[in-house]
């Protein structure tokens, strides 16, 4: 299934190719105009998961042409239907609603083109409030607790779209 560029108010999701995520990996960054900060910590770990067979789909979060975040699933639905999603920012572009405007339209786009029934987020520090509030916001509600980590999850039904 085709991976399509997805437009917000503010934003522009740019799909991720094979080869923009193994260049973005290798440290080349020439095909791209990166904003302050990015590529964020966790960049390299997702663009990695990206060049695999099993790659879900995957966008560059962009604003104004920069590249200031990515976001994707870590793999197509499965016979379920459900997927696991992750996000991440740049630091300077945190705060400003990009992470749920990004995180409410690629779930939209995975109910809607994907044929996803579920949308789990798992792993999720307990203490990293900014990426609760985002889930939330979304729609997703816990479904379960450890000591540090929170697992989330979201139904077609009880997503919103805002910032």
């Given at each position: ?30 095909s ?36 200031i ?13 459900e ?46 409030l900014?990426?609760?509030r ?23 039904y ?6």
């Amino acid at each position: 299934m085709p991976v399509r560029r997805i437009e917000t108010e503010r934003l522009i999701l740019e799909p991720v190719t094979p080869d923009i995520a193994r260049a973005v990996v290798a440290g080349d960054f020439s095909s791209l105009d990166a904003a302050e900060g990015w590529p964020h910590d966790d960049t390299t770990d997702a663009m990695t998961m990206m060049t695999g067979s099993e790659a879900g789909p995957g966008w560059l979060i962009t604003t104004g042409g920069s590249v200031i975040g990515d976001c994707g699933a870590y793999a197509w639905p499965d016979s379920t239907g459900e997927v696991q999603i992750g996000y991440g920012l740049a630091a300077p572009s945190r705060g400003h609603g990009y992470a749920t405007e990004a995180a409410s339209a690629m779930c939209s786009w995975l109910f809607t083109d994907a044929g996803a029934t579920r949308i789990t987020a798992v792993d999720v520090l307990s203490d990293n409030l900014p990426s609760r509030r985002v889930l939330e916001k979304v729609g997703f509600t816990v479904t379960d607790e450890s000591h540090d980590h929170l697992s989330y999850a979201l139904a077609p039904y009880d997503i919103r779209s805002r910032r």
